[in-house]
């Protein structure tokens, strides 16, 4: 870090006198990318401070915050433990194979327990289970990952109007948010469907980083497609073409619908001529 800024050149942004500037967060680590190595930064510091030798955390089984907390925890000597959602499938995807080949440790909840997992009772008995260990919720998104994600406005060296982000627990758009200056204003694009929580989410998150709300941001609900992990022809079409025109592969998940966004509000003339927009690429592509 920090990670490089790149100018995306497309006669379709040109043509609504639009400038998009790319933040590759995506090249800061290859197997701790993105906003996962600046959410887990801070968390791995107070962990380490506290005395705490192991992590433990929650996710889905395809999720990425589950692989980039084991590569932290190998990368610094923490042991780490994941709890999936959902029963075990054997053989493991990919994604869980490479965290128990890092070293971590998988459980398991049914659903209806893992929409308890905070609460004490279930959180006592994996304390009972695993000893002492230091939590970060699913996703990775806590003050100190806001915190982690503040510094991204601060890399950017070129004046802007709006920086963008993918939009899934909130902690990346809270944290830009916060470290925004001026008139300056983040746009978070949701990738769930009825995500509406998600604006109380983000006053949460930075009232527990930085004791009350900061930055001008929202979130755009419309270019879910579906919901998390769901996409449309439209959506796929967009991401090859991209692929084709600028040689960098969006992922369908998160990067491919902020980026159709940016470019059908852009063809919408939403953005006035003379803005200037970063979107922040947060994962591998």
């Not at 506290?50 to 990368?75: D, E, M, P, V, W």
Request: hydrophobic share 35%.
């Amino acid at each position: 870090m920090p990670s490089p800024v790149e100018e995306l050149i497309d006669p379709r942004l040109g043509a609504r006198g639009v400038r998009l500037l790319l933040k590759r967060d995506d090249l800061i680590d290859p197997e701790i990318p993105g906003n996962k190595w600046r959410k887990l930064k801070y968390n791995i510091q107070a962990a380490r401070r506290s005395g705490h030798g192991r992590i433990l955390t929650f996710g889905g089984a395809y999720s990425n915050h589950i692989r980039a907390t084991a590569a932290a925890g190998a990368l610094f000597g923490l042991r780490t433990v994941g709890v999936i959602r959902g029963e075990e499938h054997l053989p493991l995807n990919p994604t869980l194979s490479y965290a128990v080949e890092q070293g971590m440790t998988l459980a398991y909840l049914d659903r209806g327990t893992y929409r308890r997992k905070m609460e004490s009772d279930v959180i006592g008995a994996l304390h009972r289970r695993f000893g002492d260990f230091y939590l970060i919720p699913e996703g990775g998104s806590n003050g100190l990952a806001v915190r982690g994600c503040a510094e991204i406005p601060d890399e950017i060296t070129q004046d802007f109007d709006f920086i963008c982000c993918p939009c899934g627990t909130g902690g990346t758009l809270a944290g830009i948010a916060a470290g925004l200056h001026g008139d300056q204003e983040a746009i978070g694009f949701s990738v769930l469907k009825g995500a509406g929580w998600l604006n109380d989410e983000i006053r949460r998150l930075q009232e527990d980083a930085h004791a009350a709300p900061r930055g001008r941001w929202h979130v755009n609900l419309d270019y879910h497609f579906g919901g998390y992990a769901k996409t449309k022809p439209e959506l796929l079409s967009f991401v090859e073409d991209f692929e084709k025109r600028h040689g960098l592969r969006l992922d369908r998940l998160y990067t491919g619908k902020m980026m159709y966004g940016i470019f059908d509000l852009a063809g919408k003339r939403t953005f006035p001529p003379g803005t200037t927009i970063v979107a922040v690429i947060t994962g591998p592509i």
